[in-house]
C-alpha cells in the first residue's frame, strides 16, 4: 500500500458514543492500508471473519496488509448468504476465533457485507464475553448502514435477527474499492438502505437521490457523498439512541414487512434479499400510510416510482414463488422486536422525510392491508 493511496480523498463520519466514540473512514485502498490502520488499535492478533466469494476476492491483500502491519492474522470463511446468520455458522465462527487464539485485548475483523458483519460482530460480543469489533465492509447496504451503529446478531426459524447484541465496532473501514466487484442486484439491494434515509427524515437527500442515482451507480464522487450520508445520518441517529428506545427505531423503516417477508422465503437469498425485503417494505409502508390517510397516494407512487427506476422490487408479488397468505405474513410480524405488549410497531410516514414510529397499529388494518395487496 503506497502512502498517496491511503492519503486519496477520504471522508470520515465519527460515532460520537461517549467514551465508545469510532470513526468509520470511507475512501478506496483501506483493504490494503488495514496494516497500519490498525495500529492505533494496539492489538497483537487479529480475526479475520469472511465469506467465500469475499474471501476469493479480497482476503488475500488484507492478510498480506495485517502481516505487514505486525499483526498475526488467521481467518474464517464461511459460506455467502443469508443462511449463514445461523447458530451453527456462529458454532462454527466462535469456536474458529477460540482456535487462533484471539485474546480480549484482541481484534474480530468482518470483511464482507451485512450478514459477515452481523454474524462476526455478534461472536465478537460473545467471544470471551466481548472482544473489540473492527468492520470492514464490502457491499454498499454494509457500507452505509449495518457497520455503523453496533446491531450484531443471527436469524432464527421465528424471524430476523432475533438472536444477538448491541456491540459497537472500534473502528470502520469502508474501502470503496471492494464495491467494483460487488453484482449489480447486491449494489441494488444495498441502495434501498440509501434510499431509506431520504425517506426517513432528509426530504433533500431523497430529491438528491432521484436526479442523481444514475452516478451513484456509476461510481465516483456521487456514489462516495452517498455514503458519508448515510453515514452520518445513521451515525446521528445511534449517537442519539444507541439502544432504540425511541428515534432510532426509525431505522427500521420497511423493517417490519421486510423481515416478514425474509422469513416467509425462509432466508433463500435466491427469491429476496434484505435489501429487496426493506424496498418492499418501505413501498408497503408508504402506501399503508396512504390507506390509512397519512400521506398522499401521490407520495407513495413517489417512493415506489424511484425504487422502481433502480430495478428493486416494490410489490409483494415481485418475490418469487408462494409466501403464504397475509395471516402467515401478520403473525410473522408478530416476532418483531418493536412489539410492546403485544402490539404491533410500524414505521409509517407522513410524507418524503417524515417518518415517525406508530405503536398499536391495529392488527386487523395491517391484515386487510396485506390481503388487499396480495390480491392485487
Ligand atoms: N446490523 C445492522 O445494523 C444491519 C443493517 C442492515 C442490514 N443488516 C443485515 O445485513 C444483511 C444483508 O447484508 P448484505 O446485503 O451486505 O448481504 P451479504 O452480506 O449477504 O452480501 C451480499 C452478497 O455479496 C457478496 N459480496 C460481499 N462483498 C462483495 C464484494 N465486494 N464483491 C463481490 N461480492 C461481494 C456476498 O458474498 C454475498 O453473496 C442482512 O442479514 C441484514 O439483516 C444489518
Ligand atoms: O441500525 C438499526 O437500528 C437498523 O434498524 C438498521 C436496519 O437497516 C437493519 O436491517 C437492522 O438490522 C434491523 O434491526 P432489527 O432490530 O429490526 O433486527
Ligand atoms: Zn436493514
Redesign the pocket.
Given at each position: 500500500m503506497s502512502d498517496t493511496a491511503l492519503a486519496a480523498p477520504r471522508s470520515t463520519v465519527h460515532v460520537a458514543l461517549e467514551g465508545r466514540g469510532y470513526d468509520v473512514e470511507i475512501g478506496p485502498g483501506l483493504i490494503a492500508g488495514a496494516g497500519r490502520l490498525l495500529v492505533p488499535l494496539g492489538a497483537r492478533r487479529v480475526g479475520v471473519v469472511t465469506?467465500?466469494?469475499?474471501a476469493r476476492?479480497?482476503l488475500d491483500p488484507l492478510m498480506a496488509s495485517l502481516e505487514a502491519g505486525g499483526l498475526a492474522a488467521s481467518s474464517t470463511v464461511v459460506p455467502?448468504?443469508?443462511a449463514s446468520?445461523s447458530f451453527a455458522v456462529l458454532e462454527e465462527v466462535s469456536n474458529a476465533l477460540l482456535a487462533s487464539k484471539v485474546e480480549r485485548g484482541d481484534l474480530v475483523l468482518a470483511l464482507?457485507?451485512?450478514?459477515?458483519?452481523?454474524l462476526a460482530?455478534f461472536a465478537a460480543a460473545i467471544l470471551r464475553r466481548g472482544v473489540r469489533l473492527v468492520q470492514m465492509p464490502?457491499?454498499l447496504?454494509?457500507q452505509v448502514?449495518?457497520s455503523?451503529?453496533g446491531?450484531?446478531?443471527i436469524?432464527t426459524r421465528h424471524g430476523?435477527?432475533l438472536i444477538g447484541a448491541f456491540h459497537q465496532p472500534s473502528l470502520v473501514l469502508a474501502d470503496a474499492d471492494?464495491?467494483s466487484?460487488?453484482?449489480l442486484r447486491?449494489f441494488r439491494?444495498?441502495y434501498a438502505?440509501v434510499a431509506k434515509y431520504g425517506l426517513i427524515n432528509d426530504a433533500a437527500f431523497f430529491r438528491w437521490l432521484e436526479d442523481n442515482w444514475q452516478e451513484v451507480f456509476e461510481g465516483g464522487p456521487a456514489r462516495t457523498k452517498a455514503i458519508a450520508a448515510s453515514c452520518a445520518n445513521k451515525a446521528g441517529v445511534v449517537a442519539r439512541d444507541e439502544f432504540e428506545t425511541g428515534e432510532r427505531a426509525l431505522l427500521n423503516l420497511g423493517h417490519t414487512f421486510g423481515h416478514a417477508l425474509e422469513a416467509a422465503v425462509g432466508y433463500d437469498?435466491k427469491r429476496l434479499?434484505?435489501?429487496e425485503g426493506v424496498a418492499i417494505g418501505m413501498a408497503l409502508a408508504f402506501r399503508f400510510s396512504a390507506e390509512l390517510g397519512l400521506v398522499g397516494a401521490d407520495q407513495a407512487d413517489r417512493v415506489a416510482a424511484h425504487l422502481k427506476a433502480v430495478g428493486l422490487p416494490t410489490r409483494i408479488q415481485d418475490v418469487p414463488g408462494d409466501l403464504g397468505d397475509a395471516r402467515r405474513l401478520l403473525d410473522l410480524m408478530g416476532q418483531d422486536k418493536k412489539v410492546k405488549a403485544g402490539k404491533l410497531t410500524f414505521i409509517l410516514a407522513r410524507g418524503v422525510g417524515q417518518s415517525f414510529i406508530a405503536n398499536d397499529v391495529a392488527p386487523e388494518n395491517v391484515l386487510s392491508f396485506l390481503t388487499s395487496e396480495l390480491s392485487s
Open positions: 465469506d467465500e466469494n469475499v476476492l479480497h455467502a448468504g443469508e446468520k464482507g457485507g451485512g450478514v459477515v458483519g452481523d460482530g464490502t457491499t447496504l454494509a448502514d449495518s455503523v451503529g446491531k450484531t446478531g436469524n430476523k435477527n471492494a464495491l466487484t460487488l453484482p447486491d439491494a444495498g438502505e437469498d434479499v434484505h435489501g
